[in-house]
Structures are given as structure tokens and as C-alpha cells.
């Protein structure tokens, strides 16, 4: 049974740093994709930051240059780092685990983020 449980959410003050952590379980973890999504109440959830099983990333333009994903194939972890936030990066963050050629998609359950003075 595949779980993803994120961590590292909490409140911040704007301009602040974050580390979210998402540790897996139940998957070969090394040849997933994995990534970083958010949600606000009543809107879709939208990609914030992809990092693949050969090590590429990609970015949401609204992130770019502050927030950096990574993973740690020994320890079946992925994290974001979130650096000099603002409010309106306040959200629910989800991690992903996908494999597209066998389509499997896996979620966790949500970590919330609140930037706010």
C-alpha cells in the first residue's frame, strides 16, 4: 500500500522559509515522479513543482527562483524548500507520486502553509 505523508507545513511570517517533507512508502520511490501541488478552498489544485525519476525539475512561473524541489532516493523523501514567501502563497500542499507509463498516481493527505504577519 503506496502512503505519502507530507510534513513541515505551519504559519510563517512573509518572508519567511518553509521546508516541506514528503516521505514515501509502499513504492519503488526512485522511479516515480514526484511533486508539489496546492489548493485553495473551492479551486483546482495546481502544480507547483515537479522533480522527475532523472533528477529535472520544473517550476510554476509563480515560484520560480524561490522555492527549489529535491529528493533523497535513499530515504524516499522529497522536499520543498520555500524561501522569502508572501501571503499569497498560503495553501493546502500535496505531494504527488506519479509513474505515467503505468499510470499510477498516488496523493498524500495535505500539509497547510500560512504566510501571514
Known amino acids: 500500500q503506496v502512503q505519502l505523508v507530507e510534513s513541515g507545513g505551519g504559519l510563517v511570517q512573509p518572508g519567511g522559509s518553509l521546508r516541506l517533507s514528503c516521505a514515501a512508502s509502499?513504492?519503488?520511490?526512485?522511479?516515480?515522479?514526484m511533486g508539489w501541488y496546492r489548493q485553495a478552498p473551492g479551486k483546482q489544485r495546481e502544480s507547483v513543482a515537479i522533480?522527475?525519476?532523472?533528477?529535472?525539475?520544473n517550476y510554476a512561473d509563480s515560484v520560480k527562483g524561490r522555492f527549489t524541489i529535491s529528493r533523497d532516493n535513499a530515504k524516499n523523501t522529497v522536499y520543498l524548500q520555500m524561501n522569502s514567501l508572501k501571503p499569497e502563497h498560503t495553501d493546502v500542499y500535496y505531494c504527488?507520486?506519479?509513474?505515467?507509463?503505468?499510470?499510477?498516481?498516488?496523493w498524500g493527505q495535505g500539509t497547510q502553509v500560512t504566510v501571514s504577519s
Open positions: 504527488n507520486a506519479a509513474r505515467t507509463v503505468t499510470k499510477r498516481n498516488y
Open positions: 509502499g513504492m519503488i520511490f526512485r522511479i516515480f515522479a
Open positions: 522533480i522527475t525519476s532523472t533528477d529535472s525539475t
